[in-house]
């Protein structure tokens, strides 16, 4: 019987088909699912912020866009994965609060980690196939690396599966 392993904020893990990953609350993060289509191998990390450069004392390594999809990478390696037919879906980003004058740095954390998801992935040259991100909601999201579908959920929107 296949399971759905959780993936909590700040966090990633790797599953094998036929089992499906999961995280819930992606605001202004986040989630980056990643798979081989042939040995269906696949991960989900839930990142929160763009850069682990610009904080001090960051251990932790899913946080950030920049160190949690190297790490998501090599652990979707680790499992068996060939890294150069790895392919990426993305999902989150979403402005959650709107503020006068909100176009600073502070209030646009989900377009720059979207931003950051990109940049980061293209420098590895994991292609994204889709994404749903911005706007200014939340989202959950169910991945399934042996279809490659990513099903994502929102309050008072239809399920939709990209």
Do not use: W
């Amino acid at each position: 019987m296949a399971q759905v392993i959780k993936v909590g904020m700040a966090d990633l893990n790797v599953c094998v088909s036929p089992d499906g990953i999961t995280t819930l609350g992606l605001g202004s993060c986040v989630g980056i699912a990643v798979r081989d289509p042939v040995t269906k191998i696949g991960g989900l990390a839930h990142i929160m912020l763009p850069d682990s450069t610009t904080i001090r004392n960051n251990s932790n390594i899913p946080k950030f866009a920049d160190t949690g999809i190297e790490e998501l990478v090599k652990r979707v390696v680790a499992r068996g994965a060939n890294r150069s037919r790895l392919v990426a879906k993305i999902a989150g980003g979403a402005q959650m609060f709107s503020f006068q004058g909100g176009n600073s740095e502070a209030t646009r954390v989900g377009e720059r980690n979207v931003e950051a998801t990109k940049k980061k992935l293209a420098q590895m040259k994991i292609p994204v196939l889709a994404e749903d991100t911005g706007k200014n909601f939340g989202r959950t999201v169910v991945f399934y690396p042996e279809t490659g579908d990513f099903i994502i959920r929102a309050v008072g929107k239809p399920e939709r599966i990209i």
